[in-house]
T-cell receptor, first 111, second 112 residues
Framework: QKEVEQDPGPLSVPEGAIVSLNCTYSNSAFQYFMWYRQYSRKGPELLMYTYSSGNKEDGRFTAQVDKSSKYISLFIRDSQPSDSATYLCALVKAAGNKLTFGGGTRVLVKP | DGGITQSPKYLFRKEGQNVTLSCEQNLNHDAMYWYRQDPGQGLRLIYYSQIVNDFQKGDIAEGYSVSREKKESFPLTVTSAQKNPTAFYLC???????????FGPGTRLLVL
């Protein structure tokens, strides 16, 4: 069983809809949580970083962490065609340790 | 303009050939990483280095080698022992003690 599970999609939504992405993990040692966005044939870019349970908002993006359920989410409000990309969750057990990535969810926002 | 550069963008390898992928960063980060990404899959760690002249194997180090002679540079060699090298290779760096990693644009390696 993988340490981090992420639905591969694709997830297709109309422009303006809310995109909901999530990852589940099995090891309670994970303490830091990140979301990366990756456009086709490009390197991933960091979108959100959180380390505590609860919500963190940045513009149209909200990251949610529920450590008791071992579940993290990313919400994208007012989705745009430019949000079409693969979204990867990445988890870390301690500062300076390696990242463990989910497999990524491909998102397609249709105009 | 700070960031991570990788070259070449595309690389072709012949059977039995070693090839080297370049990664340079000017972010003054101590730690650097190499990942492999296969279609539809997440990133898998090949090697990482937290300081000059030191590096550790990641989860899939077999068939790869690295060096870290300078803080700014972390080249990856894909040796002939790597039987399935076709993939997208990503280099990343992070500041000491920081969890967040920043990625380069990637190199796509194809086998002829």
């Amino acid at each position: 069983q993988k340490e981090v599970e992420q639905d591969p999609g694709p997830l297709s939504v109309p422009e303006g809809a809310i995109v909901s992405l999530n990852c589940t993990y099995s090891n309670s040692a994970f303490q830091y949580f990140m979301w990366y966005r990756q456009y086709s044939r490009k390197g991933p870019e960091l979108l959100m970083y959180t380390y505590s349970s609860g919500n963190k908002e940045d513009g149209r993006f909200t990251a949610q962490v529920d450590k008791s359920s071992k579940y993290i989410s990313l919400f994208i409000r007012d989705s745009q065609p430019s949000d079409s990309a693969t979204y990867l969750c990445a988890l870390v057990k301690a500062a300076g340790n390696k990242l463990t990535f989910g497999g990524g969810t491909r998102v397609l926002v249709k105009p | 303009d700070g960031g991570i550069t990788q070259s070449p963008k595309y690389l072709f390898r012949k059977e039995g050939q070693n090839v080297t992928l370049s990664c340079e960063q000017n972010l003054n980060h101590d730690a650097m990483y190499w990942y492999r990404q296969d279609p539809g899959q997440g990133l898998r760690l090949i090697y990482y280095s937290q300081i000059v002249n030191d590096f550790q194997k990641g989860d899939i180090a077999e068939g790869y080698s690295v060096s870290r002679e300078k803080k700014e540079s972390f080249p990856l060699t894909v040796t002939s022992a790597q039987k399935n090298p076709t993939a997208f290779y990503l280099c990343a760096s992070s500041a000491t003690g920081q969890e967040t990693q920043y990625f380069g644009p990637g190199t796509r390696l194809l086998v002829l």
